[in-house]
C-alpha cells in the first residue's frame, strides 16, 4: 500500500527574521522539518555532490575538496550571472533531497511535513505547497540581528536583500505569519496554534 501524502508546509522569511529558530519550534512538536539550509551544506562539504559542478562554473571557489562559501561570495560580487547558474546547479540537488526527505516522512506515517525553504517564494517552490508560513520580524530587529554575524557587511547585507522578496509581500502572500519579535515562547505559541490548524487541514485533505 503506497503512503499517503504529507500536508506539505513552506516555512520561509527573509535573512534575520528567526526562520531557523523557528524550524526547531516545528520540530519540538513532532513535526518533520526538512532544512534546505543544511541540505546545501553538506553538498558543498567535501564529497558532497555539488562540489565538482560548482569548481567547474567557479574557478577557486573551491579548497581542500570543499566549497569556500567566502571565495564564492567574493566571486558572485564581480558575476551578475553568477546566481542564476549557482541555482541551475544546486536547485535541483536540494529538490532531490527534498522528495526523498517527503517520501521518508511519508513512509513514517507523518502527516504534516514542513519544507524550511529561505528563497520559497522567489524559486516558484510555494507553488506545490499545501500552505506557507512566513516568519517576521520588525525591519530594524532585523538589520541588527543580520549585522551582528561575524563577516556580515551593509554591502553584503543589501546584495542578499536584493535577490529577497520583501518581507511585506512574503505577509501578504503567505497563509500563515509567525512573528518573532516578542521572544521565543511567543513565537512557540504560534507555532502551536499554527500546527493545531495544519493537523486540521491535513485531516481534511485526508479525506477529500
Do not use: C, N, W
Request: net charge negative; hydrophobic share 45%; aromatic share 4%.
Amino acid at each position: 500500500m503506497t503512503a499517503k501524502s504529507p500536508y506539505l508546509v513552506g516555512l520561509t522569511g527573509s535573512i534575520g527574521m528567526g526562520k531557523s529558530e523557528t524550524a526547531k519550534l516545528f520540530a519540538r512538536l513532532g513535526i518533520a522539518v526538512h532544512d534546505a539550509d543544511a541540505a546545501v551544506h553538506a553538498l558543498y562539504e567535501q564529497g558532497g555532490a555539488a562540489v565538482d559542478k560548482i569548481a567547474a562554473a567557479f574557478p577557486g571557489s573551491v579548497k581542500d575538496g570543499s566549497v569556500d562559501r567566502a571565495a564564492l561570495a567574493r566571486l558572485l560580487q564581480d558575476d551578475e550571472a553568477g546566481f542564476q547558474r549557482l541555482e541551475t546547479i544546486v536547485h535541483p540537488l536540494v529538490a532531490e533531497r527534498e522528495r526523498a526527505f517527503v517520501e521518508e516522512a511519508a513512509a513514517l506515517g507523518a502527516d504534516i511535513v514542513v519544507l524550511d525553504i529561505p528563497l520559497l517564494y522567489e524559486t516558484g517552490k510555494d507553488a506545490r505547497m499545501d500552505a506557507v508560513v512566513v516568519v517576521s520580524a520588525p525591519a530594524e530587529l532585523q538589520r541588527a540581528r543580520v549585522l551582528s554575524r561575524g563577516g556580515m557587511t551593509e554591502e553584503r547585507l543589501e546584495q542578499i536583500l536584493t535577490r529577497q522578496m520583501s518581507d511585506a509581500e512574503k505577509r501578504a502572500k503567505a497563509h500563515f505569519v509567525v512573528e518573532t519579535d516578542k521572544g521565543l515562547e511567543h513565537a512557540f505559541e504560534q507555532v502551536k496554534a499554527i500546527v493545531e490548524e495544519l493537523r486540521r487541514r491535513a485531516r481534511e485533505k485526508a479525506h477529500a
